[in-house]
């Protein structure tokens, strides 16, 4: 398999990008080993799939060709195949479920592609894709169940041990298995001592739990916001190379995930989707832990985050971190009560960006209203002062958390 993914990196060279992997001072310093990081979020099309689908379109005969592609995917894996297709001049159609983020639709479509939404899920969405295939004729082009796809996504572990040969080990996201198959076989054939773990996400266990049954076992209902690994079944071609060359896989949350989200964005100024924060996720999480370990690389496995999810996910960021406030006061329903509690908060050094006004709530008493107001706070201190203002002069009010 090395040899493939040798072969690979030459196929890709003048495409993929050589993303860079560089030391992470505010990991190190949260850990006991130093981090790096590989940012596949800054590769061509936003993420590490474009490796995979342009070896495998690269090994494709001339026929085949002629033929055009289909493609199943959450989105990453079908940006990589409409850009491929596009840089062969071959046709492609990409099957999408329908939730999938304006931001991965608009990206496959700019690439040339005919997009089709179809499925609550990639499950859906890939049996369609299936159908395409068989009734028209064309190459289906798997996201991980395929060779050529797996050796593709094996080189970033090249470049890893090029620019660091000195790794202990790396952490690498988990969904369908792709990923973690080719760069776990590439690493362990050149360092075997490398350790290799995946980190899936809780609310899309499929693989993760077959690999720690070392066999296929029922899928589950898939839910998290990292939609790049949300994957119902697990695979028997990736869950058997995990088997003989991955070491341990990990499971993160949603508050993790979205967590480490914030983290990439504020601390590292890197735009980093769900899937491709879950390595950081578990680290920020105290997941993987160990003395031995000196060097660890971790996987962003992609950028390609909906701007609407990372507005939730800031905006909740801040409340956590005390940097927002949410407040319903009750107020006299008179002129110049809103004009008075402006000028107390204004007393306490709250910035008041948000404010609404209801007088007509069946819990109200008549004469009051209740006042919603957004602060931005300076952290938990600053947040009790504010309280301690509001009851020394006798406001009742409501902390929404």
Do not use: C
Request: proline letters at 2%.
């Amino acid at each position: 398999m090395l040899e493939k993914i040798e072969q690979a990196r030459k196929r890709i060279k003048n495409v993929a990008v050589w993303t860079p992997f560089s030391h992470s001072v505010f990991l190190s310093e949260t850990n006991t080993f130093e981090v790096y990081l590989k940012k596949e979020n800054l590769q061509l099309t936003g993420a590490f799939k474009l490796r995979g689908a342009f070896n495998k379109i690269a090994t494709l005969n001339e026929n085949e060709r002629k033929k055009g592609v289909v493609a199943a995917s959450a989105g990453n894996h079908a940006q990589g195949v409409a850009y491929s297709a596009r840089y062969f001049g071959i046709s492609s159609i990409i099957v999408m479920p329908e939730n999938t983020p304006l931001t991965k639709i608009s990206g496959v479509k700019s690439y040339g592609s005919t997009v089709v939404l179809y499925g609550a899920n990639y499950d859906e969405a890939y049996e369609y894709a299936i159908n395409i295939a068989k009734e028209d004729n064309l190459v289906f082009v798997h996201p991980f169940e395929d060779i050529e796809v797996i050796a593709g996504q094996g080189t970033i572990a090249l470049e890893m041990l090029d620019d660091i040969p000195d790794l202990d080990a790396v952490v690498i996201p988990v969904g369908g298995g792709g990923l973690i198959s080719g760069m776990a076989e590439a690493f362990k054939a050149i360092k075997p001592d490398i350790k290799v773990i995946g980190v899936s996400a809780l609310g899309a266990p499929s693989l993760k739990n077959s690999f720690d049954a070392k066999k296929i076992v029922s899928p589950v209902d898939v839910k998290t916001i990292a939609d790049g690994i949300a994957v119902r079944n697990a695979s028997n071609i990736t869950l058997a190379h995990m088997i003989d060359f991955v070491d341990e896989v990990i499971t993160v949350d949603d508050e993790e995930i979205a967590s480490a989200i914030l983290l990439l964005l504020e601390k590292q100024k890197l735009v980093v989707e769900g899937a491709g924060a879950v390595g950081v996720a578990a680290l920020m999480h105290g997941k993987i832990e160990s003395d031995i370990f000196k060097k660890v690389g971790v996987v962003l496995s992609g950028g390609n985050i909906d701007v609407t999810m990372l507005s939730v996910i800031i905006e909740k960021g801040l409340m956590k971190s005390s940097r927002k406030m949410k407040l319903i006061v009750t107020l006299i329903d008179k002129p110049g009560s809103l004009t008075t509690i402006s000028k107390l908060l204004a007393s306490a050094h709250a910035n008041i960006v948000h404010i609404g006004y209801d007088r007509t709530s069946t819990t109200l008493e008549y004469g009051d209203a209740h006042v919603t107001i957004h602060l931005e706070t300076k952290g938990i201190e600053h947040q009790n002062e504010i309280s301690s203002v509001l009851l020394e002069n006798g406001y009742v009010y409501k902390q929404v958390t």
